[in-house]
């Protein structure tokens, strides 16, 4: 893939002019081959930003959840709601219930919104997401990915049921990899099966190809000394080229990125554009 053009269009902060910020993650890509929307976002930063951002969801070839969460689903509504619906691709638990349940706090439930749901259901083609998937040429989803570190967890008290009983395995969380001739580009969702983990997961699926950029949520918020150490050795590892680090990175996490690979880690938070040619 020769062009691209990746545009944050939610982020959990908008430091330019008058767009909107909201905790969630939303991503425009721009290909030779299409446009593609890369997670929606929580509910109205979507709607409110791209048209200032001079982009228009509703012509989006098609819509990639990263998992099923309501900071990542809660705006498709903005796309779902018209005549002509893209297509959506995920794995089938990401319609599935979610719960967040930490030490002493109530459960709460933090899937996909019933209103969303029920209308990805009745409007959209679902096209579920198990293997490694080509949307366009060049561009592809993770589809389920393997938990092979023994360091790595999915980051936080996350559950698949309103007691709190059932951890989520997340076997919904996927990334999107893009081919482009100085490397892949990651985009990553929240990474809850592990940014090392995801990483490790796209060198084989692209036969050891360099990676050229990793953008988006590693969910290290929670993360200890111990995980961020071996985190840390694991990406100097792979060689990344560049990091963008977001949405729920975690502040100390961003902070240990940019001391360890200075020069190689970039803002990109709501408005920000990244372009590669050639």
């Given at each position: 893939?020769?062009?691209?053009?990746?545009?944050?269009?939610?982020?959990?902060?908008?430091?330019?002019?008058?767009?909107m910020?909201?905790?969630?993650?939303?991503?425009?890509?721009?290909s030779?081959?299409?446009?593609?929307?890369?997670?929606?976002?929580?509910?109205?930063?979507?709607?409110?930003?791209?048209?200032?951002?001079g982009?228009?969801?509703a012509?989006?070839?098609?819509?990639?959840?990263s998992?099923?969460?309501?900071?990542?689903?809660?705006?498709?509504?903005?796309?779902?709601?018209?005549?002509k619906?893209?297509?959506?691709?995920?794995?089938?638990?990401?319609?599935?219930?979610?719960?967040?349940c930490?030490?002493?706090?109530?459960?709460?439930?933090?899937?996909?919104?019933?209103?969303?749901?029920?209308?990805?259901?009745?409007?959209?083609?679902?096209?579920?997401?198990?293997?490694?998937?080509?949307?366009?040429?060049?561009?592809f989803?993770?589809?389920?990915?393997?938990?092979?570190n023994?360091?790595?967890?999915?980051?936080?008290?996350?559950?698949a049921?309103?007691?709190?009983?059932?951890?989520?395995?997340?076997?919904?969380?996927?990334a999107?990899?893009?081919?482009?001739?100085?490397?892949?580009?990651?985009?990553?969702?929240?990474?809850?099966?592990g940014?090392?983990?995801t990483l490790e997961?796209i060198?084989?699926?692209?036969?050891?190809?360099?990676?050229?950029?990793?953008?988006?949520?590693?969910?290290?918020?929670s993360?200890g000394?111990?995980?961020?150490d071996?985190?840390?050795?694991?990406?100097?590892?792979?060689?990344?080229?560049?990091?963008?680090?977001?949405?729920?990175t975690?502040?100390e996490?961003?902070?240990?990125?940019y001391?360890?690979?200075?020069?190689?880690?970039?803002p990109?938070?709501?408005?920000?554009?990244?372009?590669?040619?050639?």
């Amino acid at each position: 893939m020769k062009k691209l053009r990746i545009t944050v269009l939610v982020e959990n902060v908008a430091p330019a002019g008058d767009l909107m910020a909201e905790h969630g993650l939303s991503v425009w890509i721009e290909s030779g081959h299409g446009c593609y929307l890369f997670d929606t976002g929580q509910d109205l930063a979507l709607g409110a930003n791209a048209p200032k951002l001079g982009i228009t969801p509703a012509m989006a070839d098609s819509v990639i959840l990263s998992h099923g969460h309501y900071d990542h689903t809660g705006g498709l509504h903005h796309v779902l709601g018209l005549e002509k619906c893209p297509p959506v691709y995920a794995h089938p638990d990401a319609f599935e219930p979610k719960y967040a349940c930490g030490p002493g706090r109530v459960p709460h439930d933090i899937g996909m919104p019933h209103k969303v749901k029920d209308l990805v259901k009745s409007r959209a083609e679902i096209r579920p997401v198990r293997v490694p998937t080509e949307v366009a040429d060049g561009l592809f989803i993770t589809g389920p990915i393997p938990r092979r570190n023994d360091y790595e967890d999915s980051g936080g008290p996350f559950f698949a049921d309103a007691e709190c009983t059932v951890p989520d395995e997340f076997r919904d969380d996927q990334a999107v990899f893009i081919d482009t001739p100085g490397g892949v580009v990651v985009l990553l969702g929240c990474a809850h099966a592990g940014v090392v983990n995801t990483l490790e997961y796209i060198r084989e699926l692209t036969a050891g190809s360099r990676i050229r950029a990793v953008m988006g949520g590693m969910h290290l918020l929670s993360a200890g000394p111990v995980r961020m150490d071996k985190t840390v050795a694991g990406l100097k590892d792979l060689a990344v080229q560049e990091f963008y680090p977001f949405h729920c990175t975690g502040r100390e996490a961003v902070d240990r990125l940019y001391r360890e690979f200075p020069q190689r880690c970039f803002p990109f938070s709501t408005g920000t554009v990244f372009t590669l040619e050639g």
